[in-house]
């Protein structure tokens, strides 16, 4: 109920426009927004490769109505990618094809990202960019603007979803490609036409999928897998499947968002497994908050307290 309520939410550009032009609202969505600038968002991401971890760099927007818009996104991801470079920070780039125009066309989308994947390559070591993976009226165009830029460059990587019935079969078709694949259980609401209701399959599915590209054949084909989730049942599974089919650690990652579990994060790094945090940032925070909650609704009491907190510092 919680969920559907954030999630309907997430997509109103009014409370988007409103909470996004008012200084209290940032207080809240910064325990799961790194920054607003992306001097800060580097300091951030310093601070976790201190610390044993790489990162992604996600500049926050998604569904811009203009190819103007689209433009903005991708300038902004150039610029990542240089700062990125120039610091030598250990991060690279997750984004929405949304950001990129999706909605204006797939052409349009399709450039962006060619010329953004372009950039990352050129850049010794290249750098890598993931292309999320958004609601499922997206997700066969997600897939297919995929794949015609991988066919052009290696430095890019895919999102799938385990809570949509059609992802295992998507997952074949990229262990074929030997694909980067990053595997979620999925953060949009979806109808029971196109994703399974219940939790548990999701998890499930979750677990049969990761078996699939930890396995020999997706090894074999490059596959290099990163787990994505928070999930302490689904990390376990795969600590013990890594273990017991000799699957190396440098074969595979973990990830989190920031902010999310992060004593969990610590933990697996000293237990010698690689982790990379999600990082986003940038002033379009809104629906990316939005969806946080809709995952844990406890999380609100947790963003109320920091806004009291903020609220008895005088805001400063
Ligand atoms: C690195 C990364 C990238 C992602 N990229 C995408 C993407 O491209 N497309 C997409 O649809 N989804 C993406 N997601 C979100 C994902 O689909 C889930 O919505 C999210 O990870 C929550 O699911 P979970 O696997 O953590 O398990 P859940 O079963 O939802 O949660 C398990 C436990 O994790 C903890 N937890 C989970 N979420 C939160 C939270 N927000 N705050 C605090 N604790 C929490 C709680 O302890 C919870 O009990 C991404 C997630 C990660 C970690």
């Given at each position: 109920?919680?969920?559907?309520?954030?999630?309907?939410?997430?997509?109103?550009?009014?409370?988007?426009?409103?909470?996004?032009?008012?200084?209290?609202?940032?207080?809240?969505?910064?325990?799961?927004?790194?920054?607003?600038?992306?001097?800060?968002?580097?300091?951030?991401?310093?601070?976790?490769?201190?610390?044993?971890?790489?990162?992604?760099?996600?500049?926050?927007?998604?569904?811009?109505?203009?190819?103007?818009?689209a433009?903005?996104?991708?300038?902004?991801?150039?610029?990542?990618?240089?700062?990125?470079?120039?610091?030598?920070?250990?991060s690279?780039?997750s984004?929405?094809?949304?950001?990129?125009?999706?909605?204006?066309?797939?052409?349009?989308?399709?450039?962006?990202?060619?010329?953004?994947?372009?950039?990352?390559?050129?850049?010794?070591?290249?750098?890598?960019?993931?292309?999320?993976?958004?609601?499922?009226?997206?997700?066969?165009?997600?897939?297919?603007?995929?794949?015609?830029?991988?066919?052009?460059?290696?430095?890019?990587?895919?999102v799938?979803?385990?809570?949509?019935?059609?992802?295992?079969?998507?997952?074949?078709?990229?262990?074929?490609?030997?694909?980067?694949?990053?595997?979620?259980?999925?953060?949009?609401r979806?109808?029971?036409?196109?994703?399974?209701?219940?939790?548990?399959?999701?998890?499930?599915?979750?677990?049969?999928?990761?078996?699939?590209?930890?396995?020999?054949?997706?090894?074999?084909?490059?596959?290099?897998?990163?787990?994505?989730?928070?999930?302490?049942?689904?990390?376990?599974?795969?600590?013990?499947?890594?273990?017991?089919?000799?699957?190396?650690?440098?074969?595979?990652?973990?990830?989190?968002?920031?902010?999310?579990?992060?004593?969990?994060?610590?933990?697996?790094?000293?237990?010698?497994?690689?982790?990379?945090?999600?990082?986003?940032?940038?002033?379009?925070?809104?629906p990316?908050?939005?969806?946080?909650?809709?995952e844990?609704?406890?999380?609100?009491?947790?963003?109320?307290?920091?806004?009291?907190?903020?609220?008895?510092?005088?805001?400063?």
């Amino acid at each position: 109920m919680l969920r559907d309520a954030f999630l309907t939410l997430s997509q109103s550009k009014t409370l988007a426009r409103f909470m996004t032009s008012s200084r209290l609202p940032w207080y809240a969505a910064r325990r799961f927004v790194a920054a607003q600038a992306i001097d800060e968002a580097l300091a951030v991401v310093s601070d976790l490769n201190r610390a044993g971890m790489r990162a992604t760099l996600d500049h926050l927007g998604e569904n811009v109505a203009t190819e103007a818009e689209a433009a903005q996104a991708r300038a902004a991801y150039l610029e990542a990618l240089d700062r990125i470079h120039a610091t030598g920070v250990h991060s690279g780039i997750s984004l929405k094809l949304t950001a990129l125009g999706m909605d204006v066309s797939t052409a349009v989308a399709t450039d962006n990202l060619r010329r953004v994947v372009a950039h990352a390559g050129r850049f010794d070591p290249p750098i890598f960019v993931r292309v999320d993976m958004e609601s499922s009226d997206y997700t066969a165009r997600t897939l297919d603007v995929f794949a015609a830029v991988r066919a052009e460059h290696r430095n890019v990587g895919i999102v799938v979803q385990s809570y949509l019935y059609r992802t295992g079969d998507d997952v074949e078709r990229l262990i074929a490609q030997g694909a980067g694949v990053r595997l979620c259980k999925g953060a949009y609401r979806e109808p029971a036409s196109v994703a399974y209701p219940d939790k548990r399959d999701v998890d499930a599915a979750y677990l049969r999928l990761a078996g699939r590209l930890l396995g020999p054949e997706a090894r074999a084909a490059g596959v290099y897998p990163a787990i994505a989730t928070h999930d302490t049942a689904m990390i376990d599974w795969v600590k013990a499947h890594v273990a017991a089919h000799g699957v190396p650690r440098d074969a595979f990652e973990f990830q989190m968002l920031f902010g999310v579990r992060r004593d969990l994060q610590a933990a697996l790094v000293a237990e010698g497994y690689r982790m990379r945090v999600y990082v986003p940032y940038g002033l379009q925070w809104y629906p990316y908050f939005m969806r946080r909650l809709a995952e844990r609704p406890e999380n609100v009491a947790f963003v109320l307290r920091n806004v009291l907190h903020e609220l008895r510092r005088g805001g400063r």
